[in-house]
Every structure is written in structure tokens, then in C-alpha cells.
């Protein structure tokens, strides 16, 4: 979605994305499926996770996507998307 809204005049439904999410946390509160503590944590790890790709794999994903596109490295970047996808999705549920 970051990607997607982007800057410039996308940029309002930066808003409309903020209030979507804080109903979904609510519902799952309300719903009994998670607790203060549980959305709380899922909520800045999301946001850490946002601001880490936006700063700094945004970019690389890019070239990664170019390189891949272009035929070039095939097995190289599949590694390297391979490990990323561990790091930044199996690691925290790991670690939570």
C-alpha cells in the first residue's frame, strides 16, 4: 500500500489507510482474538517493517525486480529474496 499511495496527491488516502487499519485492530480486539499487548506489538512491527523497506530495501527490491526481469542473476536474487523473505517474515513469528 505504501508503494501505491506514494507521494504527491495520493497522498490523502494516507488517512483513509490509517483509519482502515485502526478499525481492523479494534475488530480483532472486540472480536477476542487479540488482546492490547498482542495489537500493540503487531502494530509497531508492522510499522518498523514499513519504515525499514521504505528507507532501505524499497531500492534494492527494484533493482532485484530490473535484474530479474532482464534475466540476469536468476538464482543469485532468488537466493537473496529467499533470505529476505526468512528474515523479515519467519524471524519475528519466531521470535513472538
Not at 23 to 38: E, K, N, P, T
Not at 45 to 54: D, E, P, R, S, V
Not at 64 to 92: E, G, S, W
Amino acid at each position: 500500500m505504501s508503494d501505491f499511495i506514494g507521494l504527491g496527491p495520493k497522498k490523502v488516502l494516507i488517512g483513509v489507510w490509517t483509519v482502515i487499519a485502526a478499525l481492523v485492530l479494534i475488530s480483532r480486539m472486540f472480536l477476542g482474538a487479540h488482546s492490547l499487548d498482542q495489537i500493540v506489538f503487531g502494530g509497531l512491527l508492522g510499522l518498523a517493517f514499513l519504515i525499514m523497506y521504505k528507507y532501505k530495501f524499497q531500492e534494492l527490491l527494484y533493482y532485484v525486480i530490473q535484474d530479474i526481469l532482464a534475466f540476469r542473476h536468476r538464482l543469485f536474487y532468488a537466493v537473496c529474496n529467499t533470505v529476505i523473505f526468512i528474515i523479515f517474515l519467519v524471524v519475528p513469528i519466531i521470535i513472538y
